[in-house]
């Protein structure tokens, strides 16, 4: 072979590995995201199997009452206003912007999954029936903001990373600019934890109905988006 040809050969070859290895990448990923929903799955039904027990139990009201400790008139008006962010009442204003903003840019994918990503209330609801904790009760903690209906797992925890973690994804990947999808993901994510940390303070929830919600809702995000991954990659906007 001449050199001529042995140098057009390797000018072939190489988008031809470069294609394999980013291959290789996509299936590395598509495998670790497995991984982590297998994770997310197996962690939530070891919560749900360990309430009952006297052990997680107590850690739930240490932990509560660690939380309350501290309580003021001002500290109660935080926690009422962050649990109330978490309701599907203030998702709906939330939601009707995104969705008009996002058809507005022609991104109609990513304004359907942000409207599937309100589902996080009545999914909660559906597994919440198969458990059937209780709720605190006043006595053993402080039920300052009283609930009804069963306690695990907290749909102020799930449904909040569902639709408040959708909207941080989409910033993070529709938004060129790094500053401000930056401070927008960060907001969410801020947002969600003080969410669930309000709902241990209120007394509606225990701490690891609050954890079960992050995770179950942590796990339909992820569905959400590798669902956007597959259907939305025309809607991406290059990273600056």
Same mark, same amino acid.
Request: net charge neutral; hydrophobic share 55%; glycine share 10%.
């Given at each position: 072979m001449s050199v001529h040809s042995r140098d057009h050969s390797l000018r072939e070859e190489r988008p031809l590995r470069a294609a394999r290895f980013l291959g290789?990448?996509?299936r590395v990923r598509e495998a670790r995201a497995i991984l982590f929903l297998a994770l997310l799955f197996v962690t939530f039904f070891a919560l749900a199997f360990l309430i009952r027990s006297p052990y997680l139990q107590s850690i739930d009201v240490a932990i509560t009452r660690g939380i309350q400790r501290p309580r003021t008139a001002t500290l109660d008006t935080l926690?009422?206003?962050?649990?109330? +962010? =978490?309701?599907?009442?203030?998702? *709906? &204003?939330?939601?009707?912007a995104a969705c008009g903003l996002l058809l507005w840019k022609k991104r109609p994918w990513a304004a359907a999954l942000c409207s599937a990503a309100l589902m996080g209330h009545p999914l909660n609801w559906w597994i919440k029936s198969f458990i059937?904790?209780?709720?605190?009760? +006043? =006595?053993?903690?402080?039920?300052? *903001? &009283?609930?009804?209906g069963t306690s695990f797992p907290s749909g102020h925890a799930m449904s909040p990373v569902m639709f408040y973690g959708f909207l941080g994804l989409i910033a993070w990947v529709l938004i060129p600019r790094r500053k401000t999808r930056l401070a927008l993901a960060g907001a969410a994510t801020l947002l969600i934890f003080l969410i669930g940390a309000s709902r241990i303070y209120v007394g509606a929830h225990w701490f690891s109905d609050v954890v079960a919600g992050w995770t179950a809702g942590l796990f339909f995000l992820l569905i959400l988006a590798e669902a956007y991954?597959?259907?939305?990659t025309n809607e991406l906007t290059p990273r600056a």
């Open positions: 290789f990448l996509a926690a009422t206003v962050f649990t109330y +962010a =978490g309701s599907m009442g203030t998702f *709906l &204003p939330f939601w009707m059937e904790r209780p709720r605190p009760e +006043a =006595g053993i903690v402080e039920v300052i *903001l &009283p609930a009804i991954k597959i259907v939305g």
